[in-house]
């Protein structure tokens, strides 16, 4: 499968969640997104007023974090982190699910928390994503969440957050798209080089979040000497 520049670019999620980073570096984050049109910028709730300025008249969207990055908040709080960052500009937020609720096969809290944060993305014509964190997660339990899924239609379904104990692997993806019932998959953590890249989207993913979207673009034109 060889892809163009320009489908890798709307692929992927340019993002920087690192706790020191700073305005000069957000703005940087939103010039690189638009300088080599990546879909869009993924970033912490605070910078998020700033960077949807920022990316003011471009076509790249905001995305932004909630319940990040280890998810043990209330479901509520988590509805309101939505609803913040939403007033703040966002397109699109990555919700981090209970990981020790999955753990407990406490499912009925999964799909509860699934529902109150689809409809808070929904009521606002936004963009919801599940992030599994799928390191901590045995093959049963990301079936069962993507069957979750599969009932209550987010709009898609991630793999990991990149600050668990490993990021996205193929084989998950795989399990994920084959489970969830047509919800989209996104690819996130760990992917730094184009041919990891090309591995995600081969299983089935058509969202990439990573910190290294510049570094794999110019991978791309290397290879066909541009």
């Not at 879909?39 to 007023?49: F, L, M, R, T, W």
């Not at 700033?50 to 709080?77: H, R, W």
């Not at 599940?130 to 599969?150: G, M």
């Amino acid at each position: 499968m060889e892809l163009k520049i320009k489908e890798m670019a709307q692929m992927i999620e340019h993002t920087n969640l690192k706790a020191f980073s700073t305005k000069e570096d957000f703005k940087k984050l939103c010039d690189e997104a638009k300088e080599y049109g990546f879909k869009s910028v993924v970033v912490n709730g605070e910078p998020a007023a700033f960077c949807s300025g920022q990316l003011k008249g471009s076509d790249v969207l905001l995305g932004v974090t909630i319940g990040f990055p280890l998810g043990q908040m209330t479901i509520e709080a988590k509805v309101f982190e939505a609803e913040d960052a939403i007033k703040n500009g966002c397109d699109e937020f990555d919700y981090v699910l209970n990981v020790g609720k999955v753990k407990e096969h406490d499912f009925g809290y999964i799909e509860k928390e699934m529902k109150a944060l689809v409809e808070a993305a929904g009521k606002n014509g936004k963009v919801c994503k599940v992030i599994y964190e799928t390191c901590y997660l045995t093959d049963e339990e990301i079936i069962e969440v993507s069957r979750i899924a599969a009932r209550v239609r987010p709009d898609f379904v991630k793999t990991s957050t990149g600050f668990g104990t490993g990021g996205a692997k193929p084989e998950h993806v795989r399990l994920m798209k084959e489970n969830a019932g047509g919800v989209a998959v996104k690819a996130s953590g760990g992917i730094r080089s184009y041919e990891t890249a090309k591995m995600m989207i081969e299983a089935g993913a058509v969202r990439l979040g990573t910190s290294s979207g510049v570094e794999i673009i110019k991978e791309m034109k290397e290879a066909e000497g541009l």
